[in-house]
């Protein structure tokens, strides 16, 4: 299995960035994806995930309402629109990929890194004030 996250750089305040994640090696359809962010010396925490059925999604409040996760299940890859960027944006970006029983499950563990099953390399997002 092979998660590829690609699309990050350098932007300014209030700037636009697309992350992609190219998934193989995994029935993607049959997985919820997830966006993580982690920025130096702190923990890795929950960006952005979507659903694998109804690709019903749930943001961060950090986030929500400047950035926007998506899916392609033909092209098995999940995107990460940011809008509005912030300095506080500053962090290695993941996506992971999240197997799991049924609702009840997804929605408990959506947040959580330790229930993915899958992770992508990272990819360096950098906001300059």
């Known amino acids: 299995v092979q998660l590829q996250a690609s699309g990050g750089g350098l932007v300014q305040t209030g700037d636009s960035l697309r992350l992609s994640c190219a998934a193989s090696?995994?029935?993607?359809?049959?997985?919820?994806m997830g966006w993580f962010r982690q920025a130096p010396g702190k923990e890795r925490e929950f960006v952005a995930s979507?659903?694998?059925?109804?690709?019903?999604?749930y943001y961060a409040d950090s986030v929500k309402g400047r950035f926007t996760i998506s899916r392609d299940n033909a092209e098995n890859t999940v995107y990460l629109q940011m809008n509005s960027l912030k300095p506080e944006d500053t962090a290695v970006y993941y996506c992971a990929a999240l197997s799991y029983r049924d609702s009840g499950a997804y929605y408990r563990d959506r947040t959580q890194p330790s229930k993915y099953d899958y992770w992508g390399q990272g990819t360096l997002v950098t906001v300059s004030s």
């Open positions: 979507i659903r694998r059925t109804d690709g019903s999604t």
């Open positions: 090696g995994l029935a993607f359809s049959n997985y919820a």
